[in-house]
């Protein structure tokens, strides 16, 4: 069992920044890669960003490139989600997702891939 909780949402204003942190617990944190998701009011959940169990490798969504960056700090056991120049179309609830898996530079855009989430945070970005 990986336990995970979000924290750093908020409300922000369009081009402003906010810093989501995800803390992992229950499985050593180099056996886990781990990404970003969101979903609006109304919307399908949508792939954000996503990061290898070795943080060697990331992936971004092609709607937050450039805006938004994945890191991680495996002696915190914390995955972060930098986003900057933030636009109201970013307003969603972010869940942070994790899987086990042996393979050191696999990045997954893939939901359906993700055995564990976390609770979820909302981020409102005003106009």
């Known amino acids: 069992q990986v336990q995970l909780v979000e924290s750093g949402g908020g409300l922000v204003q369009a081009g402003g920044s906010l810093r989501l942190s995800c803390a992992a617990s229950?499985?050593?944190?180099?056996?886990?890669?781990m990404g970003w998701f969101r979903q609006g009011l109304g919307k399908e959940r949508e792939f954000v960003a996503a990061?290898?169990?070795?943080?060697?490798?990331?992936r971004h969504a092609d709607s937050v490139k450039g805006r938004f960056a994945i890191s991680s700090d495996s002696a915190k056991n914390t995955v972060y989600l930098q986003m900057n120049s933030l636009k109201p179309e970013d307003t969603a609830v972010y869940y942070c997702?994790?899987?086990?898996?042996?393979?050191?530079?696999?990045?997954?855009?893939?939901?359906?891939?993700?055995?564990?989430w976390g609770q979820g945070t909302q981020v409102t970005v005003s106009a």
């Open positions: 997702a994790a899987f086990e898996t042996t393979l050191p530079t696999y990045a997954s855009t893939r939901g359906n891939e993700y055995t564990y």
């Open positions: 229950g499985r050593p944190f180099t056996r886990v890669a």
């Open positions: 990061t290898s169990r070795t943080g060697v490798s990331t």
